[in-house]
């Protein structure tokens, strides 16, 4: 567990993992099949990191040493990407031995956004996915 201090969200060897933004149809659910890896699930936003730039959540396989830095948004994703990308800093030391994925589910996306050079530099380089309203995906 490398958020020492932190309680996880989940249980250790839970099959479905959600990060759910509240009031809104904006969710990501990471799928542990079978329950079979030791998985762990932390609020960032203002509860691991309070000020500054931070991602909503952070969804960890550590037996694959997978951590899932994941911002729910609802249409502005350079401001998103910049999230991610800060969150990665802030934790860099924590999450050192793990290879990280960026996940951003966003209401709407504008066009103009998603071509933006800000947007394509900020992504371009990590192992990066959006989409719109929910995400599902195997961890």
């Known amino acids: 567990m490398p958020l ?3 309680p996880s969200l989940c249980e250790e060897h839970q099959k479905n993992i959600v ?9 990501h659910t990471a799928v542990n099949p079978n329950g079979i890896c030791y998985v762990t699930q932390y609020n960032i936003d203002g509860v691991v ?3 500054g730039k931070r991602c909503d959540f952070l969804v960890i396989n ?27 800093k802030a934790l860099s030391k924590e999450l050192r031995s793990y290879t990280k994925h960026y ?3 966003c209401t709407r996306c504008r ?10 530099k900020l992504t371009a380089v990590k ?13």
Do not use: C, W
């Not at 192992?127 to 929910?134: I, T």
């Open 4 to 6: 020492v201090g932190f």
């Open 19 to 27: 990060s759910r933004d509240y009031g809104t149809k904006r969710k």
């Open 49 to 51: 990191i309070r000020p």
């Open 62 to 88: 550590e037996d694959k040493k997978d951590a899932y830095l994941i911002e729910l948004k609802g249409s502005d994703v350079e401001k998103a990407a910049e999230q991610l990308v800060e969150t990665e």
């Open 103 to 105: 996940r951003i589910v």
């Open 111 to 120: 066009t103009h956004a998603i071509n933006s050079t800000k947007y394509k």
């Open 127 to 139: 192992d990066f996915k959006r989409a719109e309203n929910e995400m599902t995906e195997n961890i």
